[in-house]
């Protein structure tokens, strides 16, 4: 049995706010390798670099999946027009699905490095 969208919409959210939750610990957990890195004569390697560098593939990643998923919105607008329907583009809907497109890929990053970062000595 599927979820009304209602409900499919919070569970998405739930489980968004849920990964998020561990993004100060991801933060903690990097803090003394970060610091250890800081003391040799190389800091850019290792985590910090692939921290700065992930930081800036999340934004780039975030913001293509955001303006693809608006595109798409856009895409549907007339079709949605035809068909009798509110167009998601004046209704919320695509903007709902813009934010939720770019915060997919940053969930699944935050989760990753929670695990990298856990199983480390």
Wanted: proline share 6%.
């Amino acid at each position: 049995m599927r979820a009304s969208p209602k409900r499919a919409a919070a569970l998405r959210a739930a489980r968004t706010a849920n990964a998020f939750m561990l993004s100060p610990m991801v933060a903690m957990m990097r803090l003394p390798i970060l610091a250890e890195e800081a003391s040799r004569q190389t800091p850019w390697r290792g985590e910090t670099g692939r921290a700065v560098a992930e930081k800036m593939l999340a934004a780039a990643d975030g913001v293509f999946s955001a303006q693809m998923s608006m595109a798409g919105s856009m895409a549907a607008f007339w079709p949605e027009v035809m068909s009798g329907r509110m167009p998601s583009m004046l209704n919320g809907v695509a903007f709902e699905r813009s934010v939720e497109a770019a915060l997919r890929l940053a969930r699944r990053a935050v989760q990753a490095n929670y695990r990298r970062l856990s199983r480390r000595p």
